[in-house]
């Protein structure tokens, strides 16, 4: 069985909890949180930290076996396939969508009079070809692009600092802390997409781990949020000090704008064609991590593996990005499975295994 | 329809166990090998060659003893044979006290001890062992009807000598460079590394050419997984033919279809050691100067031997130049076509006038443009690869200026176009290593036709499953990316993108699992 390091379920984690969530993120905590909604993002990626120390602590006492093995072994077969099920449905019906958004994002900013097949096709196929290579070419895929993705935000950012408008930002706090609160809640669900992919990607860690070990795996936990929140903090500030808090909520692709009005000293602008290219690779990570939560699921609930499964949930997703073709609906259902379905599953799912687990220790002792 | 299937199945899996390629038929050569050992049976075996040469004169000892040298004529050193095999044998050893003791039960003992000079000199008694040394250049003496002989260590051809490689010239450094000579590679190289941990293992490749081959490192430097591994593979190729390193590149690469190269070779002695000393394990093959080594990552390739001789703030930006050269090399065309055909926004207004204007009245589409030009570049370069110098430079010449400026006129392309092509070809020179230019310049026309369907979101499809093609690869257990992808930090601030000075270079790089420091410090790091 393939294996990861350390440093990669560091990486593979940070790529995965990215994904492409600087895109939605500054119009949905904004829209909640108002000009205030930057200060929620790193708040809301935290609650991640203490559901994937929970992963860990369940990783290390049942090494080698994903959570719903471990469900399985937990709560018994027949609620655990249940678990299964409920897994490989949100998860697949989640990468389906996220696959839509490379055609929508391609056909809305750089290339609209390309049919939106060509792109869900063209992502699909590498796509494939990364799930085919397996979980250590997935791990190494992601080293790379996603320091490149940093490198580009980071960029972009930068190269927006002339579009900054002076007095966006204040007051802050003007209408106190609630709207940080709400606009923590809606960060929740993009952490709980990371929680699910680590309850898959878990029995690729090495199977007997020193503590010293596992207090690397930790550690990997803490920077792979911390990164992610500080980097969509300020993609989301940068956004509201260009655009305004209500120009923010109404740009669904807000760094998309935002790449294309940044010049590079009268040489070359609208930047966004080049940075589209990065986005890809940050889209493909994301599709892949929930191809191969699927694939797990399907591996560990009805033991069906192999290239002919692999196809067939290459066709479910490009079926399913089929259906929202693109646009508003497309954002919205994304919404609407991250808040309504991955976030209470996961989030009730991993808390009552850890608890479960922690009662049956104590039981035992 | 079954047996097409059958023939394409059988050209494209390669056998996991044996690495088998036109294996031998059972001659009846082999048959004779089988055969006590025998003068008269050598004879019969190798006389239809006019080269072998059979000497034939009696010992005077206390028998008269028939004995008969036989020797590769142009293989063997006949100065040598001459003066000290034959000479003390029939001339200068008579009276002496030993030669009167010897019969035909003693001969080859007292021979051996007493009577022939020579630090290579050994008995055997095998056909086998018989036909190889004399094929292999040396002389072996046969005595009556005896079941065993004499050989003795008398190679001496005609060899180019140590020059300077051509593959590898270098501004400040070394001169010398390897030979086709076995012999005289390992010796340049323990010229080099003069400690006993350097190991030199003999093997032997080709059922019919018997070549010989050495697989050398430094014991506790490299990695003894991989040197098994790479004596295993050694071991498993059988085939009647090795007539140089590219037969045992491909039996022993990980992944022969690939179009990038997975292991480095070298002309230069200096390289040699200098990877020895990093932990990797070499292969000088007889009748090649080319010496391959193994494990080879994507980044060696563009980092060239002068890097290391050169101050390294130098070396740096050297270095710069040579990976921004491979992907000018590899995307400039494909970028063009992409611009000029999609994303025209990125341009600014001015330029993109400009552009314009030279374009107009070109009658192809940017990508069968580009596609045209670049055919015509690679035309050119294999023309001009074979052809002897001054021929070859017309060639460019003709190519570059009338051809290119005579299609800008004739308004078939447009002058933007011959620059990029240009600039192709010049900063495809600037990647060091062949095998990777020819990688490169295979993989051009595929992104440049994603480029043309599907503009830049093309470029970035091509470039994502080249990248996940390169992570997918290994050389010998080793990642082809490392130290990008698995990140090896130390590995990529030391000796990668950059180099750092000597004096900062205190460890080994991680790449493979090194034992020892290179000087002071942990190991393993």
């Given at each position: 069985m393939e294996r990861i390091s350390q440093h990669q379920f560091m990486t593979l984690g940070a790529a995965v909890l990215m994904g492409t969530t600087f895109f939605p993120i500054a119009s949905v905590v904004t829209g909640?949180?108002?000009?205030?909604?930057?200060?929620?993002?790193?708040?809301?990626?935290?609650?991640?930290?203490?559901?994937?120390?929970?992963?860990?602590?369940?990783?290390?006492?049942?090494?080698?076996?994903n959570l719903l093995q471990i469900s399985e072994t937990l709560f018994g077969k027949w609620i655990g396939k249940v678990i299964g099920v409920l897994y490989i449905l949100i998860t697949g019906y989640f990468g389906g969508l996220l696959l839509g958004q490379v055609g929508d994002i391609y056909q809305a900013s750089a290339m609209p009079l390309t049919p939106i097949s060509v792109f869900y096709l063209g992502g699909m196929l590498v796509v494939f070809c990364l799930v085919w290579s397996g979980i250590e070419v997935f791990a190494r895929f992601s080293e790379v692009v996603f320091s490149v993705t940093v490198i580009a935000l980071l960029l972009e950012v930068g190269l927006s600092i002339p579009r900054i408008e002076q007095g966006e930002l204040f007051p802050i706090l003007s209408e106190g802390f609630k709207p940080l609160f709400w606009g923590g809640i809606k960060v929740v669900p993009f952490a709980m997409e990371y929680i699910l992919f680590l309850a898959g990607l878990a029995a690729f860690l090495p199977s007997s781990m020193s503590n010293q070990a596992m207090g690397q795996l930790k550690a990997g936990v803490w920077r792979a949020v911390l990164v992610v929140g500080i980097l969509n903090t300020l993609v989301t500030l940068m956004q509201i000090l260009v655009f305004g808090p209500t120009e923010t909520i109404r740009l669904v692709y807000g760094l998309l704008v935002l790449g294309n009005i940044v010049e590079v000293s009268r040489t070359i602008a609208g930047v966004e064609t080049l940075f589209l290219g990065v986005w890809l690779g940050a889209l493909v990570i994301k599709v892949s991590a929930f191809y191969f939560t699927v694939l797990w699921g399907l591996e560990t609930v009805f033991s069906l593996q192999g290239l002919k499964w692999n196809l067939a949930v290459g066709i479910v997703f490009l079926g399913i990005a089929f259906m929202f073709t693109r646009g508003h609906s497309l954002i919205q259902e994304i919404g609407f499975v991250d808040n309504y379905l991955i976030f209470p599953f996961a989030a009730v799912w991993i808390l009552a295994l850890w608890g479960v687990a922690i009662w049956k220790k104590r039981t035992s002792t | 329809m079954r047996s097409w299937l059958k023939m394409l199945k059988e050209l494209t899996i390669r056998p996991k166990g044996e690495r088998q390629i036109r294996k031998s038929p059972s001659y009846s050569f082999d048959e004779d090998l089988d055969k006590s050992l025998s003068g008269q049976t050598v004879k019969d075996i190798l006389s239809k060659s006019s080269d072998v040469v059979f000497r034939e004169f009696f010992l005077q000892g206390k028998e008269r003893i028939p004995c008969m040298v036989v020797a590769v004529d142009g293989l063997v050193d006949k100065n040598l044979l001459d003066q000290f095999i034959l000479k003390p044998l029939m001339v200068d050893l008579i009276g002496n006290p030993e030669l009167a003791k010897v019969t035909?039960?003693?001969?080859?003992?007292?021979?051996?001890?007493?009577?022939?000079?020579?630090?290579?000199?050994?008995?055997?008694?095998?056909?086998?062992?018989?036909?190889?040394?004399?094929?292999?250049?040396?002389?072996?003496?046969?005595?009556?009807?005896?079941?065993?002989?004499?050989?003795?260590?008398?190679?001496?051809?005609?060899?180019?000598?140590?020059?300077?490689?051509?593959?590898?010239?270098?501004?400040?450094?070394?001169?010398?460079?390897?030979?086709?000579?076995?012999?005289?590679?390992?010796?340049?190289?323990?010229?080099?590394?003069?400690?006993?941990?350097?190991?030199?293992?003999?093997?032997?490749?080709?059922?019919?050419?018997?070549?010989?081959?050495?697989?050398?490192?430094?014991?506790?430097?490299?990695?003894?997984?991989?040197?098994?591994?790479?004596?295993?593979?050694?071991?498993?190729?059988?085939?009647?033919?090795?007539?140089?390193?590219?037969?045992?590149?491909?039996?022993?690469?990980?992944?022969?279809?690939?179009?990038?190269?997975?292991?480095?070779?070298?002309?230069?002695?200096?390289?040699?050691?200098?990877?020895?000393?990093?932990?990797?394990?070499?292969?000088?093959?007889?009748?090649?100067?080319?010496?391959?080594?193994?494990?080879?990552?994507?980044?060696?390739?563009?980092?060239?031997?002068?890097?290391?001789?050169?101050?390294?703030?130098?070396?740096?930006?050297?270095?710069?130049?040579?990976?921004?050269?491979?992907?000018?090399?590899?995307?400039?065309?494909?970028?063009?076509?992409?611009?000029?055909?999609?994303?025209?926004?990125?341009?600014?207004?001015?330029?993109?006038?400009?552009?314009?204007?030279?374009?107009?009245?070109?009658?192809?589409?940017?990508?069968?443009?580009?596609?045209?030009?670049?055919?015509?570049?690679?035309?050119?370069?294999?023309?001009?690869?074979?052809?002897?110098?001054?021929?070859?430079?017309?060639?460019?010449?003709?190519?570059?200026?009338?051809?290119?400026?005579?299609?800008?006129?004739?308004?078939?392309?447009?002058?933007?176009?011959?620059?990029?092509?240009?600039?192709?070809?010049?900063?495809?020179?600037?990647?060091?290593?062949?095998?990777?230019?020819?990688?490169?310049?295979?993989?051009?026309?595929?992104?440049?036709?994603?480029?043309?369907?599907?503009?830049?979101?093309?470029?970035?499809?091509?470039?994502?499953?080249?990248?996940?093609?390169?992570?997918?690869?290994?050389?010998?257990?080793?990642?082809?990316?490392?130290?990008?992808?698995?990140?090896?930090?130390?590995?990529?601030?030391?000796?990668?993108?950059?180099?750092?000075?000597?004096?900062?270079?205190k460890r080994r790089p991680n790449l493979i699992d090194v034992e020892e420091p290179r000087s002071g410090g942990k190991g393993k790091g």
């Open positions: 909640v949180g108002g000009r205030d909604g930057w200060m929620s993002v790193l708040p809301g990626f935290a609650v991640g930290i203490p559901y994937g120390l929970m992963v860990l602590s369940l990783v290390k006492r049942y090494p080698g076996k | 035909l039960s003693n001969v080859v003992d007292i021979t051996l001890q007493s009577l022939l000079p020579g630090l290579e000199i050994k008995k055997i008694s095998k056909m086998g062992d018989a036909v190889e040394a004399i094929l292999s250049g040396d002389s072996v003496i046969f005595f009556g009807n005896l079941t065993e002989a004499i050989v003795i260590g008398a190679k001496g051809w005609a060899n180019r000598g140590v020059t300077e490689p051509i593959t590898e010239s270098i501004v400040k450094g070394p001169r010398e460079g390897f030979s086709e000579t076995l012999r005289t590679n390992t010796s340049l190289l323990r010229r080099k590394i003069k400690h006993p941990s350097l190991r030199i293992i003999s093997l032997k490749l080709g059922d019919m050419t018997n070549t010989d081959l050495v697989v050398t490192y430094i014991e506790k430097i490299a990695s003894p997984d991989i040197v098994a591994e790479v004596i295993k593979r050694l071991e498993k190729i059988k085939m009647d033919g090795m007539l140089g390193n590219g037969y045992i590149e491909e039996m022993i690469e990980d992944h022969p279809y690939s179009p990038f190269p997975q292991i480095s070779f070298t002309e230069r002695p200096d390289v040699l050691a200098g990877k020895l000393l990093e932990g990797k394990v070499g292969m000088i093959c007889d009748g090649t100067p080319i010496v391959l080594v193994v494990p080879a990552v994507l980044t060696e390739f563009l980092n060239v031997n002068e890097d290391y001789y050169q101050r390294a703030m130098v070396a740096i930006l050297s270095r710069f130049v040579r990976y921004l050269g491979a992907l000018i090399a590899m995307l400039a065309p494909s970028i063009y076509i992409a611009v000029t055909t999609f994303h025209q926004e990125i341009i600014p207004t001015d330029l993109l006038m400009s552009i314009s204007a030279g374009r107009q009245g070109v009658p192809f589409p940017a990508l069968l443009e580009a596609l045209t030009m670049t055919v015509t570049l690679e035309v050119l370069q294999e023309a001009g690869l074979r052809l002897p110098k001054p021929i070859g430079q017309t060639i460019g010449i003709v190519g570059a200026l009338i051809i290119g400026e005579s299609a800008v006129k004739a308004g078939l392309v447009s002058p933007l176009m011959v620059i990029i092509i240009g600039l192709t070809a010049v900063a495809s020179y600037a990647i060091p290593t062949f095998d990777l230019g020819l990688a490169v310049r295979l993989i051009r026309f595929p992104i440049m036709i994603l480029a043309g369907i599907l503009g830049f979101f093309g470029v970035a499809v091509g470039l994502y499953l080249l990248l996940i093609h390169l992570l997918s690869l290994r050389s010998f257990g080793v990642p082809y990316l490392s130290p990008i992808a698995p990140l090896r930090i130390r590995a990529l601030l030391q000796d990668t993108f950059v180099r750092a000075p000597w004096w900062a270079l």
